[in-house]
């Protein structure tokens, strides 16, 4: 059967006849065969559901009872369908096929109807191939606005979370009239939150989603890196999405049988985007798309991606494929990186209902609503007749279809990667080294600290997302203990097929390989300039975490830290475009309980923050760290409680009149010597670190709320009785004071000083002094709002240089 994987390999210029003869010698078989409704069984997939099914025979599953299997599916398929169009168009529906009428109809027809027709084969051939071999796979979908035929495979076959269960419970008109009215309904609890459990795209609601699937391109990038050994996962991809992300013809070079499971991506190729025609699809469509397949190491099969059989058997036998080749490199007749399976469903978009094939077929197929256009409406109703199963026929499909019990195998619902849960990891002592303000870096310590962890939980898979920066960003230890994956290592090299370190000058793809690996231990480092090209792959991980968490669902992956190393203080000798801090400002917009954004001071508090966002599940946590060698600071006993409160006044009384924060390790070096100063002219201030800021920030919700520090600690750091404030930050001054607002003081008492657009071709210094936040810059600002004499503070020469009377560079570095 494995033979006949690839189509380019088979032999079809018999292939009618060969499916006429079966037909002709099997009257089940022929019965199966005539197709049912909209769905129609090519003589290719007749000729291969033939193979599949001598297989299972042989296997010890009954011929007869397979068949009703297939005939299953198709009703199933017809049915889902029906449902789909239904959730677009319609307020209500009808049980018995009796057509609507225009009233029935809603005013503002909304859906990915297209996409979310061709999505239902997939799906019920997914659950046929789990009903084949009796196991729950795992499943991704890229195409997550396809939510639709999703969600009503779900309810027809009971396959539903508690929420959808629920609100759906059956198949009654009443049942199935509030699912239809429910989509896109647009309206809002009292809270403020979407009323109806259905989303335009995947959601925390629907059985088995773990992603909402709104960021087109990144499971095609996940998929490889998402199962573990013996798991078997299915990911089903977009034709439009193939344009979005580079990386995904990657996967051949990560897949290793020793610790990946079995992966199935199957392509919809529909050929159209929202405006026009798919790239792919001009470049030269599916022969073309298959020989790039082909010439980036996967086995491609071209299979009809309107009949559910076609998906099943693609499926099954793509396994089959894979685990061959597994088995060949273990015999060592062949070497990594193995050939994936991969499977191209050619269909049109919104095939099986009026419009097909258009470019309505994307949202709205119809020509206008059907409850204004009497041709609308006659198309609607002539096309949902098509589709429509008695409910007799369909119970008895959907009794086909329940089998877990017997095959003793969970619902698809709780697929493995739906319900993986990691339990709390072994926590290593961070590697603590005396504060006598030697110079240690601190992505060193964040080394140490990470190579600690992976050893005290060898059982929890690592992954490193590395754009090509780790020995760059003092990653040393990590990568010569887990080193670069690679199909063919150099002698020599920190490379090894088993290796744990993704590699790829793509920030998408080597993030996507850690958010992927839900059942492990993970880590990202880049450039922070660089760093914000994974803000959409980690968005869309926070935006479901958080939802799952609001539905009373705690995710159950430890959380990951995306490291911004290489940052803009430390980066100015490579001009502008690698000086931002873009990333950690959008983060700070997201949720705080969910999207951490720490800025480590020194080295002691960067190893203990780190081992501290792995205590979380279900965070994204982006630590910004200098690799440069600063100054250490913080006691072991300051950096442990600084990771655990989110700050701490490091010199002076929090209570005094004056108050320097600092947030970021460079700008706290700045700060003490303004602080040092103050003191020298026995001005008292205090000198509080400000590391992570969300957790005094306005809580916008009970969870947020939650997260914050505690209003005790609030008041002791950040008094308001203080008359000044100044902040001096890693990022733009006013993205912190806006997320800041419980600490601004006013406009009179409150200022921040930071990163202003100002770069180029310069050393720490002079980006510092660019961007008025050097220690001098400071001073003046916090004697401004303070309302003193900057004079009594300063020389007269350092006054002279602010102004800009002598040269600025006349401000000597911290040090000189």
């Given at each position: 059967?494995?033979?006949?994987?690839?189509?380019?390999?088979?032999?079809?210029?018999?292939?009618?006849?060969?499916?006429?003869?079966?037909?002709?010698?099997?009257?089940?078989?022929?019965?199966?065969?005539?197709?049912?409704?909209?769905?129609?069984?090519?003589?290719?997939?007749?000729?291969?559901?033939?193979?599949?099914?001598?297989?299972?025979?042989?296997?010890?599953?009954?011929?007869?009872?397979?068949?009703?299997?297939?005939?299953?599916?198709?009703?199933?398929?017809?049915?889902?369908?029906?449902?789909?169009?239904?959730?677009?168009?319609?307020?209500?529906?009808?049980?018995?096929?009796?057509?609507?009428?225009?009233?029935?109809?809603?005013?503002?027809?909304?859906?990915?109807?297209?996409?979310?027709?061709?999505m239902v084969p997939a799906y019920v051939g997914y659950m046929l191939a789990n009903l084949f071999s009796g196991d729950t796979r795992s499943w991704l979908m890229e195409q997550g606005h396809c939510v639709s035929a999703i969600d009503s495979v779900n309810l027809l076959l009971g396959n539903q979370k508690?929420?959808?269960?629920?609100?759906?419970?059956?198949?009654?008109?009443?049942?199935?009239?509030?699912?239809?009215?429910?989509?896109?309904?647009?309206?809002?609890?009292?809270?403020?939150?979407?009323?109806?459990?259905?989303?335009?795209?995947?959601?925390?609601?629907?059985?088995?989603?773990?992603?909402?699937?709104?960021?087109?391109?990144?499971?095609?990038?996940?998929?490889?890196?998402?199962?573990?050994?013996?798991?078997?996962?299915?990911?089903?991809?977009?034709?439009?999405?193939?344009?979005?992300?580079?990386?995904?013809?990657?996967?051949?070079?990560?897949?290793?049988?020793?610790?990946?499971?079995?992966?199935?991506?199957?392509?919809?190729?529909?050929?159209?985007?929202?405006?026009?025609?798919?790239?792919?699809?001009?470049?030269?469509?599916?022969?073309?798309?298959?020989?790039?397949?082909?010439?980036?190491?996967?086995?491609?099969?071209?299979?009809?991606?309107?009949?559910?059989?076609?998906?099943?058997?693609?499926?099954?036998?793509?396994?089959?494929?894979?685990?061959?080749?597994?088995?060949?490199?273990?015999?060592?007749?062949?070497?990594?990186?193995?050939?994936?399976?991969?499977?191209?469903?050619?269909?049109?978009?919104?095939?099986?209902?009026?419009?097909?094939?258009?470019?309505?077929?994307?949202?709205?197929?119809?020509?206008?609503?059907?409850?204004?256009?009497?041709?609308?409406?006659?198309?609607?109703?002539?096309?949902?007749?098509?589709?429509?199963?008695?409910?007799?026929?369909?119970?008895?499909?959907?009794?086909?279809?329940?089998?877990?019990?017997?095959?003793?195998?969970?619902?698809?619902?709780?697929?493995?990667?739906?319900?993986?849960?990691?339990?709390?990891?072994?926590?290593?002592?961070?590697?603590?080294?005396?504060?006598?303000?030697?110079?240690?870096?601190?992505?060193?310590?964040?080394?140490?600290?990470?190579?600690?962890?992976?050893?005290?939980?060898?059982?929890?898979?690592?992954?490193?997302?590395?754009?090509?920066?780790?020995?760059?960003?003092?990653?040393?230890?990590?990568?010569?203990?887990?080193?670069?994956?690679?199909?063919?290592?150099?002698?020599?090299?920190?490379?090894?097929?088993?290796?744990?370190?993704?590699?790829?000058?793509?920030?998408?793809?080597?993030?996507?390989?850690?958010?992927?690996?839900?059942?492990?231990?993970?880590?990202?480092?880049?450039?922070?300039?660089?760093?914000?090209?994974?803000?959409?792959?980690?968005?869309?991980?926070?935006?479901?975490?958080?939802?799952?968490?609001?539905?009373?669902?705690?995710?159950?992956?430890?959380?990951?830290?995306?490291?911004?190393?290489?940052?803009?203080?430390e980066n100015g000798k490579n001009e502008q475009s690698h000086q931002d801090s873009t990333l950690a400002e959008a983060l700070l917009g997201e949720m705080s309980d969910v999207a951490r954004v720490i800025f480590p001071a020194d080295a002691n508090s960067a190893g203990a923050a780190l081992l501290e966002v792995y205590q979380h599940t279900g965070q994204i946590?982006?630590?910004?760290?200098?690799?440069?060698?600063?100054?250490?600071?913080?006691?072991?006993?300051?950096?442990?409680?600084?990771?655990?409160?989110?700050?701490?006044?490091?010199?002076?009384?929090?209570?005094?009149?004056?108050?320097?924060?600092?947030?970021?390790?460079?700008?706290?070096?700045?700060?003490?010597?303004?602080?040092?100063?103050?003191?020298?002219?026995?001005?008292?201030?205090?000198?509080?670190?400000?590391?992570?800021?969300?957790?005094?920030?306005?809580?916008?919700?009970?969870?947020?709320?939650?997260?914050?520090?505690?209003?005790?600690?609030?008041?002791?750091?950040?008094?308001?009785?203080?008359?000044?404030?100044?902040?001096?930050?890693?990022?733009?001054?006013?993205?912190?004071?806006?997320?800041?607002?419980?600490?601004?003081?006013?406009?009179?008492?409150?200022?921040?000083?930071?990163?202003?657009?100002?770069?180029?071709?310069?050393?720490?210094?002079?980006?510092?002094?660019?961007?008025?936040?050097?220690?001098?810059?400071?001073?003046?600002?916090?004697?401004?709002?303070?309302?003193?004499?900057?004079?009594?503070?300063?020389?007269?020469?350092?006054?002279?240089?602010?102004?800009?009377?002598?040269?600025?560079?006349?401000?000597?570095?911290?040090?000189?």
């Amino acid at each position: 059967m494995t033979a006949h994987f690839s189509v380019a390999k088979m032999d079809v210029s018999h292939i009618a006849d060969q499916a006429l003869r079966l037909r002709a010698n099997d009257v089940d078989f022929a019965a199966w065969a005539a197709g049912h409704g909209v769905i129609v069984h090519q003589d290719l997939t007749q000729v291969r559901i033939a193979q599949l099914l001598d297989k299972l025979v042989a296997e010890g599953q009954g011929r007869s009872v397979l068949l009703e299997k297939l005939k299953a599916a198709d009703r199933l398929t017809n049915a889902a369908m029906w449902l789909v169009v239904h959730a677009t168009y319609a307020k209500r529906v009808d049980i018995n096929g009796e057509p609507l009428t225009a009233g029935d109809f809603k005013a503002d027809p909304q859906g990915h109807t297209g996409g979310s027709l061709n999505m239902v084969p997939a799906y019920v051939g997914y659950m046929l191939a789990n009903l084949f071999s009796g196991d729950t796979r795992s499943w991704l979908m890229e195409q997550g606005h396809c939510v639709s035929a999703i969600d009503s495979v779900n309810l027809l076959l009971g396959n539903q979370k508690t929420r959808h269960a629920a609100a759906y419970p059956d198949w009654s008109d009443e049942s199935l009239s509030r699912f239809v009215k429910d989509f896109y309904s647009y309206e809002l609890t009292n809270e403020g939150k979407p009323a109806s459990p259905l989303g335009s795209h995947l959601n925390v609601n629907t059985a088995g989603a773990v992603s909402e699937g709104g960021y087109l391109g990144f499971t095609a990038l996940q998929y490889v890196h998402a199962s573990e050994k013996n798991e078997r996962l299915v990911a089903f991809l977009s034709d439009g999405a193939f344009e979005e992300q580079r990386g995904s013809d990657w996967a051949p070079l990560w897949w290793r049988a020793e610790d990946n499971g079995w992966v199935v991506p199957i392509m919809i190729a529909n050929g159209r985007r929202i405006d026009q025609r798919t790239t792919l699809m001009m470049q030269g469509g599916i022969e073309w798309f298959a020989e790039h397949l082909e010439h980036q190491g996967f086995e491609p099969s071209v299979i009809d991606g309107q009949d559910p059989a076609a998906f099943a058997w693609g499926i099954l036998v793509g396994e089959q494929w894979l685990e061959d080749e597994a088995a060949a490199i273990q015999r060592g007749d062949r070497s990594y990186p193995a050939r994936l399976p991969y499977l191209v469903a050619e269909s049109s978009k919104g095939y099986g209902f009026a419009g097909a094939g258009t470019n309505r077929a994307h949202g709205t197929p119809l020509p206008a609503n059907p409850a204004k256009d009497a041709e609308s409406l006659r198309l609607f109703n002539e096309g949902a007749a098509r589709l429509w199963q008695s409910p007799d026929d369909l119970k008895q499909a959907v009794a086909s279809f329940a089998q877990h019990q017997a095959q003793n195998r969970p619902q698809e619902k709780d697929h493995p990667l739906a319900v993986r849960k990691v339990a709390n990891p072994v926590m290593p002592e961070a590697p603590w080294i005396p504060a006598d303000l030697r110079l240690h870096s601190p992505m060193t310590s964040v080394d140490v600290a990470f190579c600690a962890l992976i050893k005290e939980n060898p059982k929890l898979r690592a992954r490193v997302g590395n754009p090509d920066e780790m020995s760059s960003n003092n990653m040393g230890l990590t990568l010569s203990k887990l080193k670069h994956r690679v199909a063919s290592p150099e002698f020599s090299q920190d490379e090894a097929l088993d290796g744990g370190v993704i590699t790829a000058l793509n920030e998408e793809a080597v993030v996507s390989a850690v958010l992927a690996n839900r059942g492990g231990l993970n880590l990202a480092v880049s450039y922070e300039a660089f760093s914000v090209k994974m803000l959409g792959a980690l968005r869309q991980e926070i935006i479901f975490s958080r939802h799952q968490m609001e539905g009373g669902e705690q995710p159950g992956w430890r959380s990951v830290a995306i490291i911004s190393s290489s940052h803009l203080w430390e980066n100015g000798k490579n001009e502008q475009s690698h000086q931002d801090s873009t990333l950690a400002e959008a983060l700070l917009g997201e949720m705080s309980d969910v999207a951490r954004v720490i800025f480590p001071a020194d080295a002691n508090s960067a190893g203990a923050a780190l081992l501290e966002v792995y205590q979380h599940t279900g965070q994204i946590a982006n630590l910004v760290i200098p690799k440069r060698a600063l100054p250490s600071y913080l006691t072991s006993e300051q950096a442990t409680q600084l990771s655990k409160d989110g700050a701490i006044c490091v010199e002076g009384n929090p209570q005094a009149a004056l108050q320097l924060v600092a947030v970021g390790a460079y700008q706290l070096q700045q700060a003490l010597k303004a602080w040092q100063r103050l003191q020298e002219k026995g001005v008292e201030a205090s000198l509080v670190y400000l590391q992570e800021p969300g957790r005094f920030r306005m809580p916008r919700d009970s969870y947020e709320a939650a997260w914050q520090a505690s209003d005790e600690l609030r008041n002791h750091l950040f008094p308001s009785s203080v008359q000044a404030r100044v902040f001096l930050t890693h990022t733009r001054p006013e993205v912190l004071l806006g997320h800041l607002r419980p600490l601004d003081l006013g406009v009179d008492k409150t200022a921040a000083l930071g990163y202003i657009n100002r770069g180029g071709t310069l050393d720490v210094h002079g980006l510092l002094l660019a961007n008025s936040c050097s220690w001098a810059h400071l001073l003046a600002k916090l004697a401004e709002v303070a309302k003193l004499d900057l004079n009594q503070w300063l020389t007269k020469d350092e006054v002279a240089a602010l102004t800009g009377e002598r040269p600025l560079t006349e401000l000597l570095p911290i040090g000189r």
